[in-house]
């Protein structure tokens, strides 16, 4: 089958391999005039190492990543909030988790695409899609060029999915009240001591660290915020700065280690869930069809959860249609329970109230850590064959919205 891919990102490059693998011939069409070099780094969780060794990926991905085994949280004043045992967790689910920078993932993703012989074509940027008499999409770029594939996927993000429009009539995402500044720290000597992640919380702010080397830590400082303020700083580094003077180090340690120009202020939105996935022939998927928050810690992951799972609905199925719905059957109840906890979890996280943070910094405190990766593990492993956690479809809600996610 003919595919024409909009979004050359983690989605829409994964979903190409997973693709070809299966005899298909993806084509990626991204807006970016060439790869992507902005951005900080992802958490890739066991579920997602799961997807990536079925790509064939893991072990160029793990060359270049992090292998975190805690996860801890303090408070601002650097009392202990507990934490997460990663090593467990990766025991529990059977594959490992890691910490990389987006352009060494793009890169990777990339290298795999042009070994499978997937075209990429930079400089695309989609800007309308039109249903012609046969019930098949047109997809239309700014350069003039226009497509017509046997099924036209839609991983062109939440900000804007001109996929996202064609499908559900709207694409609006929805701001959450916060702003994360991100950046990249690399030190000459060692940043932080050990590959341990690193969350600080305080009354409507925070600051995560997360170390991909001791000498390489990319980070996301974030404050609760009205979208009419939700603009950056002449100097942000200095606003940053004076936003957490005082925290326990490496705060100011990492914060001085990054370039200014390589740090970016992100208004924070996500999307409603959406009760269909596909129209005609187009389908969404990552975070065109399910952006989460990134409290839920999964966007990523779920992207390439994605791609796992739509190579196998196609497999097989004679009608593209059916095949289509059934793949967003899958998927939806999962992703549309992470963007709910994404959502409940940014609510404490963003409280200013001191009072509702006080009772916020005791729960997470009194967590018990072993029910905490069992309630991870059962709710990031539903729908995979992963240890011991085929087919669940419970997601232990009141364990996992006290738990770290960056
Ligand atoms: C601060 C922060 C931290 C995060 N941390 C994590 C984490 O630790 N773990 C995790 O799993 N997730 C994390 N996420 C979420 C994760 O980054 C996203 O869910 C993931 O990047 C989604 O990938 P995607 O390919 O669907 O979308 P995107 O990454 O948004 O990619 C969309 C691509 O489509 C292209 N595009 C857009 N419009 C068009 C168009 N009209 N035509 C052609 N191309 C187009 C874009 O240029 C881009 O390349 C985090 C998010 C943020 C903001």
Redesign the pocket.
């Known amino acids: 089958m003919e595919i024409g891919i909009?979004?050359?990102?983690?989605?829409?490059l994964s979903v190409a391999l997973a693709l070809r693998k299966q005899g298909h011939s993806p084509r990626v069409?991204?807006?970016?005039s060439g790869p992507?070099t902005m951005g900080?780094g992802?958490?890739?969780?066991p579920n997602?190492s799961f997807v990536l060794e079925e790509l064939g990926l893991l072990q160029d991905i793990a060359a270049v990543s992090g292998r975190p085994r805690v996860a801890r949280r303090q408070d601002a004043a650097g009392n202990s909030l507990g934490g997460i045992d990663i090593a467990l967790l990766d025991q529990t689910m059977g594959y490992p988790t890691h910490t990389i920078l987006r352009g060494d993932l793009q890169a990777v993703l990339l290298n795999h695409a042009a070994q499978a012989g997937i075209p990429v074509e930079f400089g695309?940027?989609?800007?309308g899609i039109d249903l012609e008499d046969d019930g098949k999409a047109v997809a239309r770029f700014e350069n003039g060029v226009s497509i017509r594939p046997d099924l036209l996927i839609g991983?062109?993000?939440?900000m804007?999915?001109?996929a996202r429009k064609f499908v559900a009539g709207d694409n609006s995402p929805v701001y959450q009240g916060f702003v994360?500044w991100?950046g990249v720290a690399q030190g000459e000597r060692a940043l932080v001591s050990d590959i341990a992640i690193q969350d600080y919380w305080g009354a409507g702010n925070r600051f995560g660290c997360v170390p991909v080397r001791p000498d390489l830590v990319y980070w996301?400082a974030a404050q609760a915020r009205p979208l009419s303020a939700a603009t950056p700083a002449a100097d942000m580094r200095k606003e940053i700065e004076d936003l957490f003077a005082g925290w326990p180090e490496p705060i100011a340690r990492i914060i001085q280690a990054t370039p200014t120009h390589a740090i970016r202020m992100?208004a924070?939105h996500d999307l409603e869930p959406l009760h269909t996935w596909s129209r005609a022939n187009v389908l969404l998927?990552?975070?065109?069809a399910h952006?989460p928050l990134?409290t839920s810690?999964?966007?990523?992951?779920?992207?390439l959860e994605d791609a796992w799972h739509l190579a196998r609905c196609l497999q097989g199925k004679d009608r593209l249609d059916k095949a289509l719905l059934h793949f967003a059957q899958i998927r939806g109840p999962k992703t549309a329970k992470l963007a709910e906890q994404g959502r409940a979890f940014a609510r404490g996280l963003f409280a200013t109230d001191p009072e509702t943070c006080r009772i916020r910094n005791e729960r997470a405190k009194a967590s018990d850590p072993l029910h905490d990766v069992q309630a991870l593990a059962q709710g990031w492993s539903q729908g995979l064959p992963l240890t011991g956690y085929t087919d669940n479809t419970a997601m232990d809600g009141a364990g996992f919205s006290s738990l770290y996610r960056?």
């Open positions: 909009l979004g050359g990102a983690i989605a829409g069409y991204e807006r970016r992507a900080a992802v958490t890739l969780w997602a695309h940027r989609a800007v991983a062109d993000g939440r804007g999915s001109v994360n991100i996301a992100i924070v998927v990552g975070d065109a952006a990134p810690g999964q966007g990523a992951c779920q992207a960056l």
